[in-house]
Each structure stands twice: as C-alpha cells, then as structure tokens.
C-alpha cells in the first residue's frame, strides 16, 4: 500500500498481467468466465462514516464472497497496525480471518477495495491457481479481482496530488485500468460512472489506449499501416531465409516453419492472450480455442 509514498506508473509488469488473464480463462473457462458478465455495484459495498466500522466490514465482505461465488466461505474482518494494507489467512476453510490496516478505520470508503484482493486470494486458493513467484502471484490476485468484476475498487483507491499519494494493489494504476478496460471491452460494460477518484478515471483512459492497441497489431486486420508494413517485410524475410530467431519483444507474431510444413505465424489472442498459430495465406479468419473469440486475420 502506498501511503503518501512515490506510485509506480506505467505497464511494468504487462507481461504478468496478460499471463494472468490467460492464466484464468484455462482454469476457470469460457463457461466460468461469462459467469461475472456483472460487476460489484458501487452501491452493493458503500460504506459511510456512519457505519458500524465492523458490522459494515463484515457486510463488505459477504456482497465480495458472494460475488465471487463462495457461499460457503465466511470472513471474519479485524483490523491492526501493519505495513501492508490487508492480510488473509489461508487455510482448508470455510472460516478466513482477514486483518485489515488500522487506517482504515477513518478511511472506510476504500474498505472495499482492500477486501476485493483478499477474498480474491481465498477464491484463488480455492481453484489452487498461483503463480511461482509471490510477487506474481499478488499480480495475478489483482488481475483476477478485475477481471472478474471487483477490482474497479482498486483502482478507485488511487488517489495521488502534490502533498499525498494512496495506491492499493500490486499493479500500477494504468496496469489496472488495462484489465479493466479488457473485461469492459468483453462484456459491453462502462465502468467510467463508477468512479470517485479522478485520478483512477485518467489511469483507466490510459489502460484502455493501451487494450484497444492489443487487436490493432499484425497480422490482425484491424492493423494500422506501419505495423501492416512492418509484417509485410518480417513474413517476406520468413520466406526467403526462414524465420529468424526471437527477437524484439515488441512484435507480437512469430513465424515457424518444420519440415515440409507451410509457413506459420503465432500471436496473442486479443481477448485472452493464449498464443493462436495460423498459416500465413493471406485472409484467414481464426477462431481462439480458449476464449471463442473469432479474429479476421490476413496473414
């Protein structure tokens, strides 16, 4: 938790983040997926100055595990000093015990948003999906409360001026709104009303640059022209000398080719990220295994 420190901007950690994406859709699949086509309302984890801080902690905790769709799981909230800005205990269930920083008890408003990660690792831990690395893995956690319908809280946490900073979660505050903007583009969703800070609306506008970008590069059709002329030299290189080895991380396609093979390029899905492989044929429309979505192509 930033709390008036420097915040983290940018993509730093994309790669990560559209690991977990994919990551999620082979777990839970498409099926699963469709099932959050409905976000956390605003209203559904409001929480006034007025409010009992623990009833009204608690109260945030089961509209969170309900939409995660853990019924029989049950949270118990406290709060306590500490550096980060929450905690939950992982056990075999179904009771969890959450401790929350103790400034929450003044910023209450954002209680919320610190429950959305934690009951998120509780739904993780369920379906036994982590990554390696702890740092990943609290990537992966904040990309799959987005993903999934409640990570918008997080981002509305961000708040940043020239005296004060706050930021909660592992992703920056662009990196949010990049796997926000994708799961709007999934479901037809505007999460642009639900804001309250106009620092996470601006992060989330620089996040949706940056996922509209992903069905804009070769060899899907939608390219522009320098990344189309681009293409139109790396596959003609591919057929004359065979395709090169790994290079510059920022093009998404790769060419391959095995024995009597035709020549074949591989590049990210829009939508879930898995890599599609295609052969290079010209138009050619390519329907992703993962997540259904189907990409006119022309390779």
């Not at 853990?70 to 179904?94: C, Q, S």
């Not at 074949?264 to 829009?270: A, E, G």
């Amino acid at each position: 938790m930033a709390n008036g420190g420097p915040v983290e901007h940018g993509f730093p950690h994309l790669e990560t983040v559209r690991a977990a994406i994919t990551a999620l859709y082979r777990r839970l699949s498409y099926e699963t997926v469709r099932t959050f086509a409905t976000s956390v309302a605003p209203a559904d984890v409001a929480f006034a100055d007025t409010d009992d801080l623990h009833l009204g902690a608690q109260r945030v905790a089961h509209e969170l595990v309900r939409h995660y769709g853990l019924p029989d799981a049950r949270l118990i909230v406290g709060f306590r000093k500490m550096t980060h800005a929450a905690n939950v205990e992982l056990t075999a269930g179904p009771e969890y015990f959450v401790e929350l920083n103790d400034r929450f008890r003044t910023h209450r408003r954002d209680i919320g948003a610190a429950l959305a990660h934690e009951v998120m690792h509780v739904y993780l831990h369920r379906l036994d999906l982590s990554f390696p690395r702890t740092r990943d893995n609290e990537i992966l956690t904040d990309t799959a409360a987005t993903y999934l319908g409640a990570g918008w809280l997080l981002l509305d946490a961000f708040r940043e001026d020239g005296a004060s900073s706050q930021k909660l979660g592992y992703l920056t505050p662009e990196e949010f709104g990049y796997v926000l903007a994708k799961r709007a583009l999934l479901f037809g969703e505007d999460p642009s009303t639900w804001f309250t800070s106009a620092q996470g609306y601006e992060a989330y506008v620089k996040g949706r640059a940056r996922a509209a970008g992903d069905a804009r590069r070769p060899p899907l059709t939608a390219a522009g022209w320098t990344g189309r002329r681009r293409y139109a030299r790396d596959r003609r290189h591919a057929q004359e000398h065979g395709p090169p080895p790994a290079g510059d991380a920022d093009v998404p396609y790769a060419f391959s080719a095995g024995g009597t093979e035709p020549l074949r390029v591989s590049f990210p899905c829009p939508t879930c990220l898995q890599r599609i492989r295609v052969p290079v044929r010209g138009r050619v429309r390519a329907r992703c295994g993962l997540c259904r979505t189907v990409l006119e192509c022309d390779t």
